[in-house]
């Protein structure tokens, strides 16, 4: 029976692998644009590798805080269907996002106590998805893509109004796991199918996908 697992494959650099991740199912590929990440494009490079992605491949681009400026900039050059908002937006700024653009938009929320788990809430009736994540430490450069997984327990049984990802340090080893024992119908993967922080390993790309839907 096929899977109703859907995979987002995050921080490509290269047209090569948002392909291979086509190929091996990924419904969701995401496009980094945070100076500090390792996943850094630049809009020519972000739109080559949009270029590269099938009909039917979701092309995500995840900001920081990002202000209109760099929102327009993206949209005008770069051919994405969803925005990932990686930083502290608030809901309000998710609704401005959301009607500015008509495309859904994706919050990433960072988790790592029952408290944290509660303040989803907030977005839950605003965003389109939810991007569930290990919560970066204070001052942390990166506030994403940082490999680590939080505890999952935390989200076991948990229920919004709206498509939701788990994401945070999964790996082809753990991400059968993680599935089995939160419900997660999506899952998001940057760090834990690469050979170096930015190298993406296509080995690792197509044994991530294939355990996330076997
Ligand atoms: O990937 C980055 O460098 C990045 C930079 C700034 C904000 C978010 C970033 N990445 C988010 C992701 O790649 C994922 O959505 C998520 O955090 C899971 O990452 P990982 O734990 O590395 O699998």
Redesign the pocket.
């Known amino acids: 029976m096929p899977s109703d697992v859907k995979v987002k494959i995050?921080?490509l650099k290269d047209p090569a692998h948002v392909e291979l991740a086509a190929r091996a199912g990924a419904a969701y590929v995401?496009f980094?644009f945070?100076p500090k990440?390792?996943?850094n494009l630049g809009l020519d490079e972000a739109r080559e590798l949009a270029w590269a992605a099938p009909v039917g491949l979701a092309k995500v681009a995840?900001v920081?805080n990002a202000d209109d400026a760099q929102l327009d900039a993206i949209n005008d050059k770069v051919a994405i269907d969803m925005w990932?908002l990686?930083g502290s937006e608030s809901p309000e700024r998710v609704a401005e996002i959301k009607a500015r653009y008509g495309l859904p938009v994706m919050k990433?929320v960072g988790i790592a106590t029952r408290d944290d788990v509660a303040a989803i809430d907030l977005y839950a009736g605003i965003a389109d998805q939810l991007?569930i994540?290990?919560k970066a430490p204070k001052g942390a450069e990166?506030?994403?893509?940082?490999?680590?997984p939080f505890d999952w327990e935390l989200v076991v049984r948990k229920y919004w109004p709206c498509p939701w990802m788990l994401?945070?340090?999964?790996t082809p080893e753990n991400v059968g796991r993680a599935i089995n024992l939160t419900g997660a119908r999506q899952v998001?993967?940057?760090?834990?199918v690469e050979s170096a922080p930015g190298v993406k390993d296509p080995e690792l790309v197509e044994a991530f996908i294939k355990a996330a839907l076997a």
């Open positions: 995050c921080g995401g980094v945070f990440s390792p996943r995840l920081v990932q990686h990433a991007l994540d290990a990166l506030p994403g893509g940082r490999g680590l994401a945070g340090g999964l998001d993967v940057s760090s834990g």
